[in-house]
Nanobody, 114 residues
């Protein structure tokens, strides 16, 4: 059973920064494509950033240039550095595989005030 635990969310003013972490059991991060998903209020969950097992990254247009996805050397944690946050970045952030083949974690709430 794979467990994903997200953390690092919070309340921040527009223009601020947050760094999210996703701790994954086992070595799944190192062998699979991983992604950060966002579920905004009243909207469907969407992928905002992804990283391949070879560390190639890709971003949704809405976050390109502001967010950076990365993995640690032990390859058990995925990070999302979020800079220049906007109110429209508000939502619950989850990590999972690409596609999302693991059980969802509880996510971490990010709220950006204007």
């Amino acid at each position: 059973q794979v467990h994903l635990v997200e953390s690092g969310g919070g309340l921040v003013q527009a223009g601020g920064s947050l760094r999210l972490s996703c701790a994954a059991s086992g070595t799944i991060v190192s062998i699979n494509n991983m992604g950060w998903y966002r579920q905004a209020p009243g909207k469907q969950r969407e992928v905002v950033a992804r990283i391949t097992s070879g560390t190639i990254t890709n971003y949704a247009d809405s976050v390109k240039g502001r967010f950076t996805i990365s993995r640690d050397n032990a390859k058990t944690t995925v990070y999302l550095q979020m800079n220049s946050l906007k109110p429209e970045d508000t939502g619950v952030y989850f990590c999972n595989g690409i596609p999302p083949y693991y059980s969802w974690g509880q996510g971490t709430q990010v709220t950006v005030s204007s």
